[in-house]
């Protein structure tokens, strides 16, 4: 049984980006691949460990920095879950959050970043596409996610978002995973991969 975890959905849930859990379930359903869609709430104590795929969608800048006050507790907990090769997603501008676990810095634009975009990556064929509209990019060119064609990458290149074994950050919306089948797909056999069935 696949475990789901969607943090936080009531607070980051802007540009409709729970439908990347939409897209990763219906692809798990075409499969007919058990799972179960967890959602946590800021009451609930987390236990990363019961987790297979972890999801952070794109909110408001309070919603965002009370998250990561919320977080601050696990950040050993986190960088465990990411050493130990568990999946976790984080699209918009939800990709600040993760910037006190050090392992990238974040840049701050006052004049918001709106671009639609297109884009390649190592993990699948095929482009990507999706949609800008964020405050914050990664000021790093190391670890990169995506290749941009069109839009606006790290430190004001063409390379965008941060990957490091399966910890996945991008300031790209759409929803991503349900507009990028390719990209979708490369999860799903990623968390089968991880999570072989009986």
């Known amino acids: 049984m696949i475990t789901i975890a969607h ?3 009531y607070e980051l849930s802007l540009y409709g980006e729970n439908g990347n859990i ?29 987790y297979d795929f972890i999801y952070f969608g794109s909110g408001r800048p309070k919603m965002l920095e009370d998250v990561k006050k919320r977080l601050l507790p696990y950040k050993e907990d986190l960088l465990a879950y990411i050493n130990n ?5 984080a699209t ?3 990709i600040s959050i993760f910037s006190f676990l050090g392992l990238y810095d974040i840049k701050y634009y006052e004049k918001r970043v709106v671009h639609d975009c297109l884009a390649t ?6 482009l990507i596409k999706g949609f800008q509209n964020t405050e914050y990019l990664i000021d790093s060119t190391q670890n990169i996610l995506f290749n941009i064609n069109e839009g606006v990458g790290n430190h004001n290149t063409l390379l965008e978002g941060f ?4 910890f996945y950050a991008t300031s790209i919306i759409g929803p991503l995973l349900a507009r ?6 490369y999860f799903i056999d990623l ?7 009986d």
């Open 85 to 89: 090769d568990k999946i976790l997603l």
């Open 7 to 9: 943090l936080y959905p």
């Open 92 to 94: 918009g501008n939800a």
């Open 180 to 185: 990028n089948d390719n990209l979708c797909k």
């Open 22 to 50: 939409k897209a990763l379930t219906y692809m798990l359903d075409k499969e007919n691949i058990k799972y179960k869609v967890v959602l946590i709430d800021k009451e609930d104590k987390l236990e990363l460990n019961k």
């Open 121 to 126: 990556t190592s993990l699948c064929k095929g």
């Open 191 to 197: 968390l089968i991969k991880n999570n072989p069935l």
């Open 163 to 166: 990957n490091t074994k399966n």
